[in-house]
């Protein structure tokens, strides 16, 4: 059992950047892949970023490829997503994830309360 909290969220302009993070609770953090996920209203929720537990692979989706950097830092049981160049289609709830098994882009065991994150133009 994992229990995680996001922190960072909040409003920028377009084009402007913002920093989650992620920390997690209990010792087994860095057994676990990690992903980041968001929600716009009406929509499905999404995988942006996901990273395995050593920090060697990673996935992006498409479309935040080259502006979004996800990485974790296992001694603070704590994972990242570095978001620039921010668009106002990126406005979402986002929320952290983390699982254990093969993969990183699917079937995540524990989530987040999530983050808003709203980009204006």
């Known amino acids: 059992q994992v229990q995680l909290v996001e922190s960072g969220g909040g409003l920028a302009q377009a084009g402007g950047s913002l920093r989650l993070s992620c920390a997690a609770s209990?010792?087994?953090?860095?057994?676990?892949?990690m992903g980041w996920f968001r929600q716009a209203p009406g929509k499905e929720r999404d995988i942006v970023a996901a990273?395995?537990?050593?920090?060697?692979?990673?996935y992006y989706a498409d479309s935040v490829k080259g502006r979004f950097t996800i990485s974790r830092d296992n001694a603070k049981n704590t994972v990242y997503l570095q978001m620039n160049s921010l668009k106002p289609e990126d406005t979402a709830v986002y929320y952290c994830?983390?699982?254990?098994?093969?993969?990183?882009?699917?079937?995540?065991?524990?989530w987040g309360q999530g983050t808003q994150v709203t980009v204006s133009s």
């Open positions: 994830a983390a699982k254990i098994g093969l993969g990183i882009k699917y079937e995540y065991d524990f």
């Open positions: 209990g010792r087994t953090f860095s057994r676990y892949a």
């Open positions: 990273i395995n537990w050593t920090g060697g692979t990673t």
